[in-house]
Nanobody, 116 residues
Framework: QVQLVESGGGLVQPGESLRLSCAAS????????MGWYRQAPGKQRELVAR???????IYADSVKGRFTISRDNAENTVYLQMNSLKPEDTADYYC??????????WGKGTLVTVSS
């Protein structure tokens, strides 16, 4: 069955870095657009970054220049490198696989906490 398993979250201080990973299985990873979303307490889930099957990327304005999304189709894994983390980056981060509106999968999330 389809699985998206996020890892790499944790507690870091402002200015530090983290790399999130999302291991995918159960579908043809290479043809899907993969995305990272986040949801902070009391807020709606928002797009952080997305990478298409052709490796076109888009980023939320709030993370441009600090975060980098990448994918390894051989390993069925998508990554989110997060640098210069800020307290406002604190959230649950979710991996998404999207093919079309009726075919979209979500992971269970990994918590990132940025605090001194």
């Amino acid at each position: 069955q389809v699985q998206l398993v996020e890892s790499g979250g944790g507690l870091v201080q402002p200015g530090e870095s983290l790399r999130l990973s999302c291991a995918a299985s159960g579908f043809t990873f290479s043809i899907y657009t993969m995305g990272w979303y986040r949801q902070a307490p009391g807020k709606q889930r928002e797009l952080v970054a997305r990478i298409t099957s052709g490796r076109t990327t888009i980023y939320a304005d709030s993370v441009k220049g600090r975060f980098t999304i990448s994918r390894d189709n051989a390993e069925n894994t998508v990554y989110l490198q997060m640098n210069s983390l800020k307290p406002e980056d604190t959230a649950d981060y979710y991996c998404n696989a999207f093919l079309q509106s009726s075919i979209s999968y979500w992971g269970k999330g990994t918590l990132v906490t940025v605090s001194s």
